[in-house]
């Protein structure tokens, strides 16, 4: 039972560069979240997609684009990458919206030089 | 929208002593409080969470208590032991951020939880 899975696990980019991160599960929840994690500011959510279909901003979601090609895959695309972005970035979903558990990938660690 | 304080930023205590996290929250529609670990390297863990008609929950070594009236929850790690040692989140549920969107999770910043041999 693979859970969460985020690809790729280490990315190093030039500045301007453009790139997609990918994350399936295969619990079929119904919603998916991005979160990039940054020294002493936590988690913080970039965008989610609380169905098939749908997707909405989140706390932070300048710079970036996402997909929720069906209901196991969500992908968060950087069009323009910038320094700011070198970040780790988490993938999650959960069964329902607002509350219950969040299962979390184990990461993506993004470089932008 | 949601705002969570946590503190402290680390913790270390020594093993088979008591740990205490602290969380406050600004938003009083709140109902959801989980609390996360992360080991190095890997994606945070949900370990217990609460719901806002509970005051108090246990889970062998781990509590976490609920204060409505002044906001704040904490988790309680009683007889540490060197697998403790973690990054340990809480969270509030929130159903806006200050961009507008609604859903999601808005996490403390977190506190490095060190357990001393």
């Known amino acids: 039972n693979a859970g969460v899975t985020q690809t790729p696990k280490f990315q190093v980019l030039k500045t301007g560069q453009s790139m997609t991160l990918q994350c399936a599960q295969d619990m079929n929840h119904n919603s998916m979240y991005w979160y990039r994690q940054d020294p002493g500011m936590g988690l913080r959510l970039i965008y989610y997609?609380?169905?098939?279909?749908?997707?909405d901003k989140g706390e932070v979601p300048n710079g970036y684009n996402v997909s929720r090609l069906n209901k196991r895959e969500f992908s968060l695309r950087l069009e323009s990458a910038a320094p700011s972005q070198t970040s780790v970035y988490f993938c999650?979903?959960?069964?329902?919206?607002?509350?219950?558990?969040?299962?979390f990938g184990e990461g993506s660690r993004l470089t932008v030089l | 929208g949601e705002n969570v304080e946590q503190h402290p930023s680390t913790l270390s205590v020594q093993e088979g002593d008591s740990a205490v996290i602290k969380c406050t929250y600004s938003d009083s529609a709140s109902n959801y409080f989980p609390w996360y670990k992360q080991e190095l390297g890997k994606g945070p863990q949900l370990i217990i969470d609460i719901r806002s008609n509970v005051g108090e929950k246990k889970d062998q070594r781990i509590a976490v208590t609920l204060n409505k009236t002044a906001k704040h929850f904490s988790l309680h790690i009683t007889e540490t032991q060197p697998e403790d040692s973690a990054v340990y989140f809480c969270?509030?549920?929130?159903?806006?951020?200050?961009?507008?969107?609604?859903?999601?999770?808005?996490f403390g910043k977190g506190t490095h939880l060190i357990i001393q041999p």
């Open positions: 969270a509030a549920s929130s159903h806006y951020f200050a961009g507008g969107g609604a859903d999601g999770l808005t």
């Open positions: 997609s609380a169905s098939e279909g749908t997707t």
């Open positions: 999650a979903s959960r069964s329902g919206q607002y509350t219950g558990e969040l299962f």
